[in-house]
């Protein structure tokens, strides 16, 4: 998609093996190591519980259907479930003790069943793939992006396709209605106009997709029109340089730190070009599905409280830029 939009020089990537993370700790910002050995030298947690561990190859597979927290206490022992806990917000903005463990892990739990434990699993599976002579990554992928924003991709692309001669449109802020199928596709009403398509990709909210795919499948509904959704809000911070920000990708923050925010992105040290030259931004996340009633929340609280919240954790002065960002729920 980047080659067919001629994008590739304005591609920035930040390789996540570069930008360290870290974690919030009893009120403060610990750096997370980027290889397991120096994970098990740091002080993180006490080296009983780094023995538990290994304990790990002697536990059984836990049956039914556990949540993340009972697996991985039960797995690796409860010093680790901070540590979950912080992946977890990052991937989901989920919730540990609702989450369940074959729904977002469904390949560790397989090597655990076959193996009896999930580290024989993985020596396993490195053995045999070492056996069949593949290379194993040795680095992390990295975050991209572009000079002026993602939202350059779908415009750059429109642009190449209409200079080719193919008939395209893109239209921006256009509400979806109802969705209809018809003899060859496809009918999509907005609330501007109508569409006919043969093909059709939805890529929206799940909740916003279930009640239009509902109407549109009569026959085959969805099983459900609502699932439980874990939303987010952004609150943007820009600085000048006196922000003691530390370099890296940025923190998450289990819930047992008690904080406002989730975690934040060091913006502008992945991509200097978020913020101008001389300045710096954060981008703090709110909400989950913990808290969803942060996102009620006005403005001017919500930066007050991240603002509140990140300057107990770093140096920083008064912010010279914010906003929010909220998720469109229409």
Known sequence: LIALAGLESELTTAPLARFVRYVCLQGRLQCIPQSPLKILRQPLIPWGAKLRVLAELWQKPLAGEPTVAQWVAHRFGEALLPFADAVYTGTYAGDIERLRIDAVMPGMRALEREHGSLLRGLLAKMRAAKGEGKRQKKTLPSMISFSQGMGMLPSRLTARLQEQGEEVQLHAGCGVRSLEQVDDGWLVRTEQQEFCCRHLVLALPVNRCLPLLARALPASPPPSLNIPEARILSVL??????????????????????????????????????????????????????????????????????????????????????????????
């Open 237 to 330: 911070l820009g600085f000048d340089q006196s922000a003691q920000i530390p370099f890296g990708f940025g923190y998450l923050a289990p819930e047992s730190e008690q904080r406002f925010a989730l975690g934040a992105l060091f913006s502008s040290h992945m991509f200097p070009g978020r913020a101008p030259q001389g300045y710096q931004l954060l981008e703090a996340l709110v909400g989950g599905r913990r808290h969803p009633e942060r996102l009620e929340l006005g403005d001017e609280e919500l930066i007050a409280e991240v603002y509140r919240d990140l300057c107990q954790l770093m140096v920083l002065p008064k912010p010279i830029y914010a906003q929010v960002l909220r998720p469109t729920v229409s």
